[in-house]
């Protein structure tokens, strides 16, 4: 019985404020007064931001999720080099992973608004004459990049600590037969280390992928209303129009986004039992 | 092999300059006073230290506030956490159970799935019971982020605690309870701190669930977000500052568990 006992806080915990909310958003989404309909998301869909929102979200999943995953595994071959002061290195580059996406929105705000400090750059090098603005709606290019940017930075530190925790239990043997048989460091990297390490490198994506569809405060920071995506949206419609049935429908976009995503994954990097 | 290693050290070099240069910039931004806030083209080395940007954010109606109801959520996040999180743990770790399995894809589950949004029906049912804008109300959907953590990782804690401790405690004439808090409480204290800490700063750092739960009983973050779009800049970027600089501090002190729990808790 003791088992159960200790597990049974948490399981009602997460039974009450998971599975229960979890239910009620679809209920929410998929509910007009009282009655099972699709009304909200066919407001959602006519909404003037919805197809912007699903662009934008896709087009920063698809860009940050895998320049973190390769700066990632670039920043841990590295760490595998570093003899003295490793354990400085992987502090430093682990600091991000404590800063809030706000914070982190708002650091790359200090950088690329009007009179931040790449303008200064820019102007001190003679490329602007003036304080140019980058987080206009009229520079979708330049804004899109630094939303980018700032969720890069932010959250290659997780992936990070995940692949390094890989790294780690990577057996020497291999790589060291690798070399005796002549193979070059890239070909050992990517026929050795690369394969053994599919999954750590499977866990790292779910996580991002998932937190990156809801990657918010970063975008509401730098791109306000000028770059909307699905959780700003979902934000928007509970916050400001106070109509909970089109934010649960955004919600249930992104969810269903984040399972399609997780099943891909699990389905596409996939370990033989045999190599277990 | 000089040129490789040279090329190796600018590596790493580099590495950490995209680390910390842009909160450096942060920093001076927030202590460099007003001259660094209205000058252009902006200067790289802050112009002396100065507070009067913090203290004039401080001063601003509702920020002490904020800070403090931060400071309740977190704490309280990391109790509910600690509290419901290590049994449970300790439960995965020592004893075979039918429904182990089922419980660990349980806690798995709440990962997966984007938990922020949870916070949307929540408003609701909160509201009815009188926990919508409430520090408690807001420290509940934050136990949701913090908790698998806290299991997962405890109970990865309490494995690496040989059993035949316990054990010999036992025999000795201790009961199971003794046993627990004689032997392996101080041996797990260091990681239960420091995924206690972790637990602070999941919830210090929370802005979604934050915002759609509060009006008046705000978080830093979520007052943050609120006067976003109507507040000069010097008001954001103290505080920003005033997010990093715990953050920071809570990474440096579990630095040394840091890494293995997420290796852990991702396994």
Request: aromatic share 12%; hydrophobic share 60%.
């Amino acid at each position: 019985m003791l088992p159960y006992a200790l597990i049974a806080p948490t399981v009602l915990f997460l039974g009450v404020l998971f599975v229960i909310p979890l239910v009620q958003t679809v209920a929410l989404a998929f509910q007009v007064k009282g009655g099972w309909s699709l009304d909200n998301f066919a407001t959602m869909a006519d909404d003037l931001n919805f197809h912007d929102a699903v662009v934008n979200t896709f087009r920063l999943v698809a860009v940050a999720v895998p320049l973190q995953l390769v700066f990632a595994i670039g920043m841990a071959m590295m760490l595998r080099r570093i003899g003295k002061g490793r354990d400085l290195i992987l502090w430093i580059w682990s600091i991000p992973l404590g800063i809030s996406d706000l914070a982190a929105g708002l650091v790359w705000l200090a950088i690329v608004n009007d009179q931040g400090y790449l303008n200064s750059v820019l102007f001190r090098l003679g490329v602007i004459a003036r304080p140019e603005s980058w987080l206009t709606y009229e520079t979708p290019a330049a804004l899109f990049f630094a939303v980018a940017i700032a969720e890069i930075w932010r959250a290659t530190a997780i992936v990070l600590l995940i692949i390094v925790a890989g790294v780690q239990v990577l057996p020497k043997e291999y790589g060291e037969a690798a070399e005796v048989f002549g193979a070059s460091p890239w070909k050992s990297f990517t026929r050795i280390t690369l394969p053994l390490l599919k999954p750590s490198i499977q866990t790292a994506l779910i996580l991002r992928t998932v937190l990156a569809f809801e990657a918010f405060a970063v975008v509401m920071a730098i791109g306000g209303r000028n770059f909307p995506v699905i959780i700003s949206e979902a934000f928007t419609w509970q916050h400001f129009n106070n109509d909970s049935g089109v934010a649960a429908s955004y919600a249930i976009v992104i969810m269903a986004i984040s399972i399609v995503a997780t099943l891909v994954y699990l389905v596409a990097l996939r370990t033989p039992a045999a190599q277990r | 092999m000089t040129l490789n290693r040279a090329l190796f050290a600018a590596g790493v070099t580099a590495v950490c300059a995209w680390v910390l240069v842009p909160i450096w910039l942060i920093a001076s931004s927030a202590i460099g006073g007003q001259a660094v806030i209205s000058a252009w083209p902006k200067p790289f080395l802050p112009i002396g230290g100065s507070l009067d940007t913090l203290l004039r954010f401080l001063a601003i109606d509702g920020v002490w506030k904020s800070m403090l109801v931060s400071v309740e959520v977190a704490a309280i996040t990391m109790v509910l956490a600690i509290c419901l999180g290590a049994p449970a743990g300790y439960a995965l770790a020592r004893f075979k159970f039918r429904g182990a399995v089922p419980f660990r894809l349980l806690v798995l589950m709440t990962r997966a799935f984007p938990v922020a949004i949870l916070a949307l029906p929540l408003t609701v049912g909160f509201i009815r019971i009188g926990l919508y804008d409430t520090a408690f109300g807001v420290a509940l959907v934050h136990t949701t982020l913090a908790l698998p953590f806290a299991v997962l990782v405890s109970a990865s804690l309490f494995q690496a605690i040989p059993h035949e401790l316990e054990e010999a405690a036992w025999v000795f004439g201790c009961s199971r309870v003794q046993a627990f808090l004689r032997v392996v409480l101080p041996l797990g204290a260091p990681g239960i701190a420091a995924v206690a800490i972790f637990a602070f700063v999941i919830s210090w750092n929370e802005v979604f669930a934050a915002s759609v739960l509060s009006v008046r009983t705000r978080t830093l973050t979520a007052y943050l977000l609120a006067v976003l779009s109507e507040s000069p800049l010097y008001v954001q970027f103290a505080g920003a500052f005033l997010l990093i600089v715990p953050s920071v501090l809570f990474i440096f002190l579990v630095r040394k568990q840091l890494f293995a729990m997420w290796g852990i808790a991702n396994r």
